[in-house]
């Protein structure tokens, strides 16, 4: 593992720190049920506040290994949620996209998965981490969403039901179906949620998607809970 780049970490806390609003932070603490607190920064305030930091050429990450240490070390010591929003903001910068999309990252998207353990991080971490390496390189990364699939954890189950979530026309039917099937007899909200959720979204995604969703479900039939049911229904009458 590369050096961490403290100058990094202590420049993204620091104003994190600076725009945050307590007043605002324990509303979004409730609202997202989160035992770690927040700084009451809003999403466009903190895009706005991450943007110009990041592309700082004094903060600018230069190598692989420096880039996995340094977001491992703003997440694993985060005190605040928007430190790990910040991590993520960093692992899906435009400067690290070679590094974002190779394999190599998996074990450290799994990681954020397992240790944030909560929707808001584990969707974003399987629609724009997960998603993009699986898209670039199926042969290897298809099969690693058929073991996480079966996971013990119930978040890596969710990452890889929702790992083709912006994959449109790209998506592997067989692969969902095959991240689907091993989780229809869990009784978990987040898990039945996602079923239904990657199966609306896949519905969308132009010709003959809808249709396929519509047999698949039917195919399904009383195995689909009836939560996944009206999600993966929802738009399609």
């Known amino acids: 593992m590369g050096a961490v780049r403290d100058d990094v970490v202590n420049a993204v806390c620091r104003e994190l ?17 989160s035992t770690m607190p927040f700084r009451g920064i809003g999403a466009a305030q903190l895009r706005a506040t991450l943007r110009p930091l990041l592309a700082d050429p004094a903060h600018i990450l230069t190598g692989r290994d420096e880039w996995e ?20 903001s960093i692992s899906r910068h435009r ?20 240790s944030g353990a909560w929707w808001d991080f584990v969707d974003e971490i399987a629609a724009h981490l997960v ?9 290897t990364e298809s ?17 890889a039901i929702l790992s083709q979530l912006l994959s449109k026309d790209e998506t592997d039917q067989q692969l969902l179906l095959d991240c689907i099937r091993p989780n229809l ?9 996602a079923i239904g959720w990657s199966l609306r979204q896949y519905a969308r995604s132009g010709t003959g998607a ?14 689909l809970s009836p ?11």
């Open 17 to 33: 720190e600076r725009v945050g609003n307590p007043d605002r932070a324990k509303g979004q603490q409730t609202y997202m049920k």
């Open 69 to 88: 240490a340094t977001i491992r070390r703003i997440w694993d010591a985060a005190q605040f949620r928007e430190e790990r929003y910040a991590a993520l």
């Open 95 to 114: 400067l690290y996209r070679p590094w974002a999309r190779d394999r190599s990252a998996m074990p450290l998207y799994r990681h954020l998965v397992e």
């Open 131 to 139: 998603g993009p390496v699986l898209r670039v390189q199926p042969e």
């Open 143 to 159: 099969e690693r969403m058929r073991s996480w699939a079966i996971a013990d954890n119930m978040w890596v189950r969710r990452a």
């Open 185 to 193: 007899a869990d009784r978990e909200f987040f898990i039945r949620k």
């Open 210 to 223: 809808a249709e396929w969703v519509h047999r698949n479900v039917n195919e399904l039939g009383p195995r």
């Open 227 to 237: 939560l996944s049911r009206r999600e993966a229904l929802k738009h399609l009458g």
